[in-house]
């Protein structure tokens, strides 16, 4: 599992002309699901989310996580995150089929969701456009391989 957490001041994604999921601040997760991946890793994925210590506290270093910040996750399914860049045209076989992603995507939200969080989300397999307005820039880049 990869996830790409950026730290926002806002953030939203918007289908159809309609905003789907908006926050203010926080993370801006883009979650991918491997092919290998299972709910173990997804707890551990939604567990390093959580208590990522990347907020500043009074001395302006980044030492305060996301509950004492008061942070907001909004979380958007991101398959193109295994893309495989061998060639110019991208394959995706790394990437989690949905009927294996969407539970483990599902999974990671109600995580993060049980542990206090404001989460709002995207739409599996839609058509999204996601905005956001970072902090920082904070952009870090968790893979379940090297955790």
């Known amino acids: 599992m990869r996830a790409v957490v950026t730290r926002v001041k806002e953030a939203s994604v918007t289908i159809d ?5 908006q926050i203010n601040k926080g993370f801006l997760v883009l979650l991918g699901v491997h092919v290998t991946d ?5 707890k551990k994925i939604a567990d390093k989310i959580c ?9 302006g270093k980044m030492n305060v996580n996301p509950t004492d910040a008061g942070a907001e996750l909004l979380i958007v399914s991101q398959f193109t995150l295994y893309a495989d860049c061998k060639s110019r045209r991208p394959g995706f076989t790394e990437a989690a089929r949905p009927d294996l992603a969407i539970p ?5 939200i109600s995580e993060c969701r049980a542990r206090g969080f404001k989460v709002e989300t995207g739409e599996f397999g839609a058509d999204m456009q996601v905005a956001s307005v970072n902090d920082g820039p904070v952009t870090i880049i968790i893979d379940s391989e090297k955790l």
């Open 17 to 21: 002309g309609t905003i789907k999921g």
């Open 38 to 42: 299972t709910e173990e890793i997804a």
């Open 51 to 59: 208590g990522l210590r990347v907020f500043e506290d009074a001395d």
């Open 104 to 108: 483990l995507y599902e999974l990671v």
